[in-house]
């Protein structure tokens, strides 16, 4: 919490910690916009901290402290409209976008924050692993599921149980391909995360030609990467697949039928790659439930503290 | 005999005094050539590593004589743990920069200057500052060469004849 803290002003510190108090486990997002109070999320509601009016100071004041006094720093986190701060917190930025030759050059005048509370759920994954085990490997998965549903965290504990290992099976070589920088929350190159003993992290890399590096060099069982959904990366997938590498991936989306209607990602469909489909779904007050497809998109079980173990 | 000791204490006074003040003028040029070579490495540090201040500190402060390097240094130290205001360590720590170097007022005013500026801005920007503050100190630099080269000689020679000469008026 303190690594969060720091970013406020001296004047606005006290304020904020006081109104996170002992909240902080269920914290999920603090924003900040201009000339607005400052909005907390909770998983299960939302608050405003009324007392205090984030000036355009104050955002100044923020925006030295995240680059540690070093805004020249920030070229590419400006363009890609994110920093990831020390404890492997993002922090996603909005303001005046400005184009070079037609692509995102930076941003000017950043207006609002959006920090977003990194959190690591071990064991989150233990359950749901032996679904994917087939021996020696692990299957194609996809994992599907809305914006904060809980799909990264979910990949994340997913990885570190595969390299680290279970009491089924030893573990794998795992790389993780982090283009946004939010699995492994590198920071200079290293982890933040724990992401298992034998996990290789290519950090900001894209991740269709990170695959390929990784198969040339790192010589992987098991590919991990979040958020696939471009051209690319659908076409770097289709070669993968057959390079025998397990790949678990995720994707955004509210069901699994919706994710096999988008026609970038028709192709994985068609050739009818990833062996398991998991649907990720997160209420606040039940938790995280798990719907498990087999290949032919056929629900085979359903895993969540609402769900009755028989 | 007391006489004669009295009066080579006045002259060797004078002479010291005289010697002190050209060897300030030395080595205010010496601080200004460091400061701007010091400021050149941390332009190229901005532009190839992108690495912090904290550490573009610390690494000039080493390759820089001291005591240049050790403002650098003493910066790098405090940057360490999480500060507030960036600009209140620098204007402390030019204060302390300028009770123990030859640097006189109107470069510290430069320097300042520069620390409002100094990680705030874009590194397009950033390389425009530092190079304005660079082109600033080299002007103080160029007067100060001058002004030795002018008058080291001149006080060194001047320090000794006042020396003599309040000798004889007491005489």
């Not at chain 1, 989150?124 to 032996?130: E, K, Q, T, V, Y």
């Not at chain 2, 400061?35 to 201040?53: D, G, P, R, V």
């Not at chain 2, 050790?70 to 743990?81: G, I, V």
Request: glycine residues 6%; neutral net charge; aromatic residues 8%.
């Amino acid at each position: 919490m303190q690594e969060i803290l720091r970013l406020f002003p001296p004047s606005m510190a006290p304020d904020v910690f006081a109104a996170i108090k002992n909240r902080f486990s269920t914290l999920e997002e603090i924003r900040l916009r201009v000339d607005k109070p400052i909005e907390l999320i909770f998983t299960s509601r939302s608050s405003w901290i009324k007392e205090v009016i984030f000036s355009s100071k104050d955002r100044d004041f923020v925006l030295t402290q995240l680059s540690e006094h070093s805004l020249y720093r920030l070229e590419t986190e400006l363009k890609e409209g994110f920093i990831t701060i020390d404890g492997g917190h993002r922090v996603g930025l909005a303001g005046k976008v400005h184009l070079h030759k037609g692509q995102v050059a930076g941003m000017h005048f950043i207006s609002s924050f959006n920090i977003r509370i990194a959190k690591q759920i071990r064991h989150l994954a233990l359950d749901l692993l032996p679904y994917l085990d087939h021996g020696q490997t692990y299957g194609h998965t996809l994992i599907i599921g809305s914006p904060q549903a809980g799909k990264t965290t979910l990949l994340r504990d997913l990885a570190r149980l595969i390299s680290s290992g279970t009491y089924r099976q030893s573990g794998k070589k795992v790389t993780v391909i982090d283009e946004r920088s939010e699995l492994a929350a590198s920071k200079d190159g290293v982890p933040q995360f724990d992401l298992g003993r034998r996990t290789d992290v290519l950090d900001r890399c894209p991740k269709a030609t990170g695959m390929m590096m990784a198969i040339r060099s790192l010589s992987p069982e098991v590919i991990i990467v979040d958020e696939i959904g471009k051209k690319e990366d659908v076409l770097a997938l289709l070669d993968v697949f057959h390079a025998g590498v397990s790949i678990i991936c995720t994707v955004h989306g509210s069901s699994l039928d919706e994710v096999a209607k988008r026609i970038t990602l028709k192709p994985l469909f068609l050739e009818r790659i990833f062996q398991h489909y998991i649907f990720v779904s997160h209420e606040a007050s039940i938790g995280f439930t798990y719907t498990i497809y087999d290949q032919e998109r056929n629900p085979l079980r359903i895993i969540g503290p609402g769900v009755s173990d028989d | 005999m007391i006489k004669l000791i009295g009066a080579m204490m006045i002259v060797l006074t004078t002479t010291l005094i005289g010697f002190d003040i050209s060897r300030q003028m030395e080595a205010r040029t010496e601080e200004l050539r460091d400061l701007i070579y010091s400021l050149q490495m941390m332009e190229a540090e901005m532009n190839y590593s992108y690495e912090t201040l904290q550490s573009i500190f610390q690494s000039v402060g080493e390759k820089t004589a001291d005591p240049i390097g050790l403002f650098y240094r003493q910066l790098a130290r405090k940057l360490e743990s999480p500060v507030a205001y960036f600009y209140s360590i620098w204007e402390q720590n030019l204060q302390y920069l300028q009770q123990t170097t030859s640097l006189k007022n109107e470069e510290i005013k430069i320097l300042k200057q520069l620390g409002n500026n100094l990680g705030n801005h874009p590194i397009s920007q950033q390389e425009k500052e530092i190079t304005l503050t660079r082109f600033y100190l080299q002007k103080t630099l160029d007067e100060a060469t001058e002004q030795k080269n002018q008058y080291v000689k001149t006080i060194k020679t001047i320090s000794v004849l006042i020396g003599i000469f309040i000798v004889l008026i007491l005489i």
